[in-house]
């Protein structure tokens, strides 16, 4: 038995290993795609997340001072005085 291939073998196996790079290529691209996507996709929550924590904090700050300004319960006098 001798160590050497034929040109046919060495052939079908050099076809065989193109074909398994080119399949590990275009998933390398496809895996690339999605996470430059998720990417984009996650910088937009945070900028939406900011917003939204802006909004917020404004909220609560209008709310405290509408509590400051606002008559308390104890303060008022009833309506039969």
């Known amino acids: 038995m001798s160590n050497q ?8 196996r050099l076809d065989a290993l193109e074909s ?4 590990q290529e275009h998933w390398l691209d496809t895996l690339d795609e999605a996470v430059a996507t998720q990417e984009r ?3 937009q929550l945070e900028r939406i997340n900011e917003l939204m924590q802006h909004k917020l904090r404004e909220q609560h700050q209008a709310l405290q001072e509408v509590e400051a300004t606002a ?9 039969h005085y």
């Open 41 to 43: 996709r996650l910088a």
């Open 5 to 12: 291939r034929s040109p046919d073998e060495l052939a079908r």
């Open 20 to 23: 398994r790079v080119a399949y």
């Open 71 to 79: 008559p308390r319960p104890g303060d008022e006098v009833p309506p």
